[in-house]
């Protein structure tokens, strides 16, 4: 059971990592084809998931 619970462990801090840098990487890319608000808004949005993400990988680094 211990097993499981550090392979679970280590696939969320993998995900959330992943999650984090793909989103940060995707609101430093949003494509110019949209007016200056819809860019705003995807920048946000992805920054947004970006944060989450990055935070969760910290706090189950930290914690785990």
Same mark, same amino acid.
């Given at each position: 059971?211990?097993?499981? #619970?550090?392979?679970? %462990?280590? #696939?969320? /801090? /993998?995900?959330?990592?992943? $999650? #984090?840098? /793909?989103?940060? %990487? !995707? $609101?430093?890319? %949003?494509? $110019?084809? #949209?007016? $200056?608000? &819809? =860019? +705003? @808004? &995807? =920048?946000? @949005?992805? !920054?947004? +998931? ?6 969760? +990988?910290?706090?189950? /680094?930290?914690? !785990?």
């Amino acid at each position: 059971m211990a097993m499981f #619970g550090s392979a679970l %462990v280590f #696939g969320l /801090t /993998t995900l959330f990592l992943l $999650a #984090g840098l /793909t989103c940060l %990487v !995707s $609101a430093l890319l %949003v494509p $110019a084809d #949209g007016g $200056a608000e &819809k =860019r +705003f @808004e &995807k =920048r946000l @949005e992805y !920054s947004i +998931f970006a944060v989450a993400g990055l935070v969760g +990988f910290a706090m189950l /680094t930290i914690f !785990s």
